[in-house]
């Protein structure tokens, strides 16, 4: 029976790299849950730009309908009133030659 006993100091010396093992491998699964955490708020925080993106875009995308619409407003004020100045000048021209003709 004397041969299956280990010498204290060898088994102390064991425990003793066990405890740091286990400390080791302590260390590492702390920063592994942190970069696990780190990785769940970073796709959080993806999915949040991701959204605001698609808003902007969305936005974007009103303000340019907003903007051709105020350009073809101020488009077709321009257009009626040059149409209504050659309108006038028509008018004019033709009172005119009406009243040199002696009809008017």
Known sequence: ME?????RGVFEEYQRRL?????????RLEVLENNVQQIHALTANIEKLTIS???MAQ???EYGERLKAIEN???E???KIVGYALTAGA??????????????
Do not use: H, P, S
């Open 3 to 7: 041969g299956n006993f280990v010498e």
């Open 19 to 27: 405890e740091d093992q286990k400390r080791r491998w302590d260390k």
């Open 59 to 61: 936005a974007q995308a």
């Open 73 to 75: 407003r101020d488009g």
């Open 77 to 79: 004020m321009w257009r």
């Open 91 to 104: 008018g004019f021209l033709l009172a005119a030659l009406l009243r040199r003709a002696g009809i008017f």
């Open 53 to 55: 993106v698609q808003n």
